[in-house]
């Protein structure tokens, strides 16, 4: 390639991916504990209180965030505020339906006033209200399942960032799920927004690189919660999956929590657009 050629073709990349231009100073710390530490990192977690929401608030926890749990029930925050604490892990709690815009300001304002900042998001609320062939779904159906699963987590997203954007940077993380990459039998729209996901994550990350906010996914295989628990309950359909498994179990939501805290620590500072599969070895493609 001669040197006008390669120029073009670094321009070219430049251009197009914000992320490549990027010239931030990272400080080369050592390579053990301190750089996967979150002292004096506040994160906010949607939907915490129980399965893989709690399990991600504790390791983010574990590791010295401040943590702000929430869901929509008082009765569980309580719970999840309770079980933290007994942890020693420094914690905020609060109702929070992320379908409502009141209860999403709600969320970030309570976080700023009471912790002085938001370092770090995952958006890991998601419903699934309907089991059968796609066809038969309906509007009210997708409307219910793209507003807490897709346009919940933007929006949460676009709440944060000005607060990121104060403390000079921030990680944000989305669920999504190994049903985003294959559609999982009856359950049709679930998996479209689970793949939504995915395309968020990469329509974001370059964008909000210029603010020093790297945006990633983990897109989790089954794993032992009540969500799932049709799918793990049932003997024949685990049999059935772990025949796709290379690791022949179903997952724990603490193997889902640390791989967002890793993805929220300085050791993932070179990772943004990405989404980390952590489904037991299942095959991934899109
Ligand atoms: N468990 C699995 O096998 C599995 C696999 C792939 C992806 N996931 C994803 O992991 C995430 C967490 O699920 P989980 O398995 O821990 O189950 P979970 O049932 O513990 O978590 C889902 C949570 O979302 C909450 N929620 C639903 N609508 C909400 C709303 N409008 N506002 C606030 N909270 C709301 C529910 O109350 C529930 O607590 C979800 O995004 C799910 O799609 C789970």
Request: charged residues 20%; proline residues 3%.
């Amino acid at each position: 390639m001669d040197k006008v050629m390669l120029r073009c073709f670094v321009s070219r990349c430049l251009l197009t991916n914000p992320v490549a231009g990027q010239t931030r100073k990272m400080s080369r710390g050592s390579l053990a504990g301190s750089q996967s530490s979150l002292a004096g990192k506040v994160a906010i977690v949607t939907a915490s209180t129980d399965g893989i929401g709690l399990a991600a608030a504790q390791a983010l926890g574990q590791r010295g965030a401040h943590v702000v749990v929430s869901s929509r029930r008082q009765s569980n925050v309580d719970k999840a505020v309770a079980l933290l604490q007994s942890e020693k892990i420094q914690v905020t709690g609060t109702t929070c339906n992320v379908g409502k815009s009141e209860d999403r300001e709600r969320l970030v304002n309570m976080t700023v006033e009471h912790c002085g900042g938001i370092d770090i998001l995952v958006s890991n609320a998601a419903v699934n209200p309907f089991f059968g062939n796609i066809m038969d779904s309906t509007a009210a159906v997708w409307d219910k399942i793209l507003d807490v699963n897709v346009k919940a987590a933007f929006l949460m997203t676009q709440l944060v960032v000005p607060h990121m954007e104060k403390r000079g940077g921030g990680s944000v993380v989305f669920v999504s799920s190994v049903a985003g990459y294959q559609p999982m039998q009856a359950l049709g729209p679930y998996s479209v927004s689970k793949t939504a996901l995915l395309g968020l994550t990469r329509a974001l990350a370059p964008e909000l690189a210029q603010s020093h906010i790297r945006v990633n996914c983990v897109a989790p295989g089954v794993i032992k919660t009540r969500f799932s628990q049709a799918l793990w309950q049932d003997e024949d359909i685990v049999d059935e999956f772990k025949k796709q498994l290379s690791i022949k179990r179903v997952g724990e939501p603490e193997e889902i929590g640390g791989v967002i805290a890793f993805l929220c620590s300085k050791d993932a500072s070179y990772i943004t657009g990405e989404t980390i599969t952590v489904t037991g070895g299942m095959s991934c493609r899109l």
